[in-house]
C-alpha cells in the first residue's frame, strides 16, 4: 500500500479511535481499531476495522479518468438483546465520528467528491 493511501487508512482510524461511551457515544467500538480485513476475535470486541475496497476507474468524456476507491469501516460489539437498536448505535457511532466539516482528511482527498458517507 502506498505510503498516501496509509495516511488516509491512519486518518480515518483516528477518528474511529474516538468512539466510547465516555465521549457520548452510544457503543464503544473505538477502543480497538485495526486497518485489515479480518474476523475479530470474541476478546477483541468491541472494535472497529477500517480497510481498502476495489479502485474503481471511469472514463468521462474528454476521456478523462475520475478513479474511486471505497473505505469500509465495521463495527463489532457483543451481542445484546436487540440486534437491531445495536446496529443502528454502531451506524450512528461511525457516522458521527468519521463525518466532520473537514471531508478531505485533512487535504488527503482532494476534488468534489472527498469523503462521503454511503
Known amino acids: 500500500m502506498s505510503s498516501k493511501l496509509q495516511r488516509i487508512i491512519d486518518a480515518v482510524a483516528d477518528r474511529l479511535a474516538v468512539?466510547?461511551?465516555?465521549?457520548?457515544?452510544?457503543?464503544?467500538?473505538?477502543?480497538?481499531?485495526?486497518r485489515n480485513q479480518r474476523d475479530p476475535q470474541e476478546n477483541e470486541l468491541p472494535c472497529c476495522l477500517v480497510f481498502f475496497g476495489e479502485r474503481a476507474a471511469e472514463t468521462q468524456q474528454c476521456e478523462n479518468i475520475r478513479t474511486a476507491m471505497t473505505i469500509t469501516v465495521?463495527?463489532?460489539?457483543?451481542?445484546?438483546?436487540?440486534?437491531?437498536d445495536q446496529g443502528t448505535q454502531i451506524l450512528a457511532d461511525i457516522q458521527r465520528a468519521v463525518e466532520l466539516a473537514d471531508d478531505t482528511l485533512g487535504g488527503l482527498l482532494r476534488g468534489q467528491f472527498g469523503l462521503a458517507f454511503v
Open 19 to 34: 468512539i466510547n461511551t465516555g465521549a457520548g457515544y452510544y457503543t464503544d467500538i473505538g477502543n480497538s481499531v485495526f
Open 74 to 84: 465495521i463495527g463489532y460489539t457483543e451481542r445484546l438483546s436487540d440486534s437491531e
